[in-house]
Nanobody, 133 residues
Framework: QVKLVESGGGLVQPGGSLRLSCEALGFTLEDYYAIGWFRQAPGKEDEGVSCIRSHDGLTYYSDSVKGRFTISRDIAKREVYLQMDNLKPEDTAVYYC?????????????????????????WGQGTQVTVSS
């Protein structure tokens, strides 16, 4: 059974840091085209925050987090991480990891993958991140 499990959310003050983890159960990271972090805030559209392509580790970041967030992975542990530094109140959201298998005849770019949350097949349960003083 394919499952993604997020952890690491919490309450942090502005300027603080959190590290989110996404564990892949039932598949290896390389079984899928890419895995990404997405967030959903009340009253806002779903946003692709950062994604990483499986076969070469190519990454994408949204403009809103570029320079503050870092995505990484541990293939042996089947985990993908999101290091979030210099957090801002507008980063408050439920954060999800999502994955999708390779598509035929061609995969989307990693940027396109990160901007198509509605088309991705596998999602975790989400973890709440709250940035507040």
């Amino acid at each position: 059974q394919v499952k993604l499990v997020e952890s690491g959310g919490g309450l942090v003050q502005p300027g603080g840091s959190l590290r989110l983890s996404c564990e892949a159960l039932g598949f290896t990271l390389e079984d899928y085209y890419a895995i990404g972090w997405f967030r959903q805030a009340p009253g806002k559209e779903d946003e692709g925050v950062s994604c990483i392509r499986s076969h070469d580790g190519l990454t994408y970041y949204s403009d809103s987090v570029k320079g503050r967030f870092t995505i990484s992975r541990d293939i042996a542990k089947r985990e993908v991480y999101l290091q979030m530094d210099n957090l801002k109140p507008e980063d408050t959201a439920v954060y999800y990891c999502a994955a999708d298998p390779p598509r035929y005849p061609s995969d989307p770019t990693i940027e396109a993958f990160c901007n198509m949350p509605g088309d991705l097949g596998y999602w975790g349960q989400g973890t709440q991140v709250t940035v507040s003083s």
